[in-house]
């Protein structure tokens, strides 16, 4: 029986990637050289250093710790500077009714998320009293696939990993999940997402029958 759902925050609750995107674009071509879109797939569930290595080695540039610690606040400078205009809106469809859902079944919510700006976001969102424990960038050593970031959900909600369902959209995510003994939900298209137990094209698409 299902007892706890821990959620990916960027990509199943809210579409930040395009937000990422706008603000490594910008940096990308402040150095010389182009970011794509399909570039950018790259980046998602991937930490903000990691990514940041992704994009200077797309555009074949080397830089000092100094430099990409620079460059890196740089870029969440611009990205935080959208987030913040965000609003309840924009969380995806579906999402508030799945969590209502699982709240009157008794089933325990988490976030288990790489972004340090986690926080921030289910506030703006105003989702955050839904989530009992909130795992982030903030609070993890290592980056998935590694389960540590869905392991610390389980044990902060008091929940056995094999009770748990992980609702994931990146391909790291879902490695992540199954290394930790947990099941998945992969939140988007079959071929990225195949090795999940299940796969929705969102959360409006989730039904908790088909998991059982
Ligand atoms: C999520 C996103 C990634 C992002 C990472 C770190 O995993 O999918 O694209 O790089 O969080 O986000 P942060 O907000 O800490 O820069
Ligand atoms: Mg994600």
Known sequence: KVKACLFDL???????????????????NNMGFDFTLEDNERLKGVSRMTSLDILLS???IEKSEEEKLALATLKNEKYLSYILKMGPEEILPGTRDFLELLKKEGIKIALGSASKNAMTILERLELTPYFEAIIDGT??????????VFLKGAEALGVAPMDCVVFE???????????GGMKCVGIGKEDVLGKAHLVVEGLHK???????
Do not use: C, F, R
Request: aromatic share 6%.
């Open 10 to 28: 960027d990509g199943v609750i809210v579409d930040t990637a395009k937000y990422h995107y706008i603000a490594w674009k910008e940096l990308a």
């Open 58 to 60: 797309i555009g074949n």
């Open 139 to 148: 609070k993890v050593s290592k980056a998935k696939p590694d389960p540590e």
């Open 169 to 179: 959209d990146a391909e790291a995510g879902v490695d992540a999940a199954l290394a």
């Open 206 to 212: 989730m039904d908790m029958q088909k998991l059982s």
